[in-house]
């Protein structure tokens, strides 16, 4: 018995260094790529530069003004965007025991589109009133999939049935909306839906930010509840979880994420949907962390924004580099993970 | 608590269709119980109406004559553990992390992983014999091996009851024995009222104390396999012609199918 105590404790232990170790290490991928993000551009900055500067220990006029008032606000917005990004895809997909249940899969990126484009076209909307209603597009289309999907109880399978159910009428809604449209309003609506974290507006930025430093506490905490909720409902509850109550913050938690994200960014695709998978695969056998999924959408919204600047002979938007990549990866996902036994 | 377990008047169903009507039942102490019945004669809503895994139409489950309503899932789920029928393990988990899982209603937002818990699982890991697969990914596991697991992350739980729903669906013949030897022994050792759901009428006459038989929703009788096993019971609950004999080595009852 005391060696299987040992073994048991060595166990729990090995898994923990390992979560925190991999958490880390992406930590400081998503921070180097962050540096990394403000150092590329027409003039080039060393990493010291850039980091004096951000952290105000040297002060130079020129340096300051290309790091923290050019390229920061890009690079706070990749890095925040996809946090949250990475975050609400690894919840989702947890919660739903699929790989395919990112949110921007299932229908919350697109409801928040319908309600920015019908936004934008119908009622010439700009400014700040584009992302609120994003927000109240994804809210709306989250507690309809969740209406729809529910019959005693939750399966992940209907979810994200019935998700691809109502994106696709979401984005059917989308196209009828443009083709009604004028040129102009067409254009502005097209340049949101494919989404770019350089679009971001500070106050839009700010509300996320916020945001996420008050939602990603909840979201560690709520991981404990998560770890049940994965072995599925009837033992989640027979091991005393509130199944209705955990199931329904951890789908709002990050729809509303989500929600902001796309409001800040427009609906950027596939890093939901890659975040999680990237850093489970990294963490295993460790279970997958909410942290490490946000490092990893982070860096990878990043280094994709890097790619769309810089890498390409034209600026292209952000989500055109992560559907180019997402896409293969999706692909590669649909014809792996139910074959593995996986599915939901 | 010590985890007595009552069903009064109880009345279960799924949609529109009512499975159980006003069933009486009491669980005995200290006992290995199974449910037996045809397929679709209600055993397992029973099972799940009983861990409150189904919410009573009318009736109700007394834990230590409360009702099961009453009593707050987490504090429940400190005396009654539940296995459901094929239970799916997430991607990639180690034996060690699923079988850890079962301490999960003695933890919370503050009380994190003690001395306790580790105690706990060594202690299910070592009953159900897995103790040397503590590192494995469960997806390698044999069948037979994946379902000690499953039982010892119940055990983990540390309750005075443990319901299992099937547990020996899709396992062979051997592993079928296997796995009711260990919750004979597991109820002999500690003393945990157990109730299990079985297929098998012989297995289950051959190893547990008290038998339930089923059908169309109501018990038709219970008691010990030796004094309630008779060719007119089975007749009434499979709707099967047999022969009862006493099993060559343990002297149970046995059912053999007659011909027609």
Known sequence: ?344 | MTGRLRAEQLSLGYDDRNVLEALDLDVLDGRLTAIVGANACGKSTLLRGLARLLKPRAGRVLLDDRSLQDVGTREVAQVLGMLPQTPVAPDGITVGDLVSRGRHPHQGWFRRWNAADEAAVAKALTATGTQDLVGRPINQLSGGQRQRVWVAMALAQDTELLLLDEPTTFLDITHQVDLLRLLRDLNADTGKTIVVVLHDLNLACRYVHHLIAMADGRVVTEGPPAEVVTPALVEKVFNLPCVVVPDPVAGTPMVVPAEN
Do not use: C
């Open chain 1, 1 to 344: 018995m005391p060696t299987v105590t040992t073994a048991v404790r060595s166990g729990k232990t090995a898994l923990a260094r390992r979560s925190v170790v991999v958490t880390a290490v992406l930590g400081v991928v998503a921070f180097a790529a962050f540096v990394l993000s403000m150092m590329v551009g027409s003039v080039w900055l060393g990493a010291g530069e850039v980091l004096g500067s951000l952290f105000r220990v040297t002060v130079d006029r020129g340096t300051d003004f290309i790091v923290l008032d050019l390229r920061l606000p890009q690079a706070t917005s990749a890095l925040t965007v996809g946090f949250a990004l990475g975050v609400s895809g690894t919840l989702f997909q947890q919660l739903l025991r699929n790989p395919l249940a990112a949110p921007d899969f299932v229908g919350v990126s697109s409801g928040a589109s319908v309600a920015a484009v019908a936004g934008i076209v119908v009622y010439g909307a700009g400014g700040l009133a584009v992302p609120a209603m994003a927000v109240v597009g994804a809210l709306v289309s989250a507690v309809l999939m969740y209406v729809l999907a529910f019959r005693d109880g939750l399966s992940g399978y209907r979810f994200i049935l019935v998700g691809i159910g109502v994106s696709a009428f979401m984005i059917g809604v989308v196209g009828y909306l443009l083709t009604r449209a004028d040129l102009h309003d067409a254009r502005q609506a097209m340049h949101w839906l494919i989404g770019s974290v350089g679009q971001a507006g500070p106050t839009e930025l700010r509300v996320l930010m916020v945001v996420l430093v008050a939602l990603v506490p909840v979201a560690m905490l709520l991981q404990r509840q998560l770890r049940a909720l994965e072995l599925g409902d009837d033992l989640a509850r027979g091991l005393g979880t509130r199944v209705e109550w955990a199931r329904f913050a951890l789908i709002a938690l990050p729809v509303v994420l989500i929600g902001l994200a796309t409001a800040v960014a427009g609906p950027i695709q596939f890093v939901a949907l890659v975040a999680g998978p990237v850093a489970a695969r990294l963490l295993r056998p460790a279970p997958g962390g909410v942290l490490a999924a946000g490092f990893t959408g982070a860096a990878v919204l990043l280094m994709a924004d890097m790619v769309a600047r810089h890498v390409l002979p034209t600026e292209l938007p952000t989500g055109v580099v992560t559907g180019a990549v997402g896409a293969p990866y999706l692909l590669w996902l649909l014809a792996t993970a139910n074959r593995e036994g996986v599915g939901g």
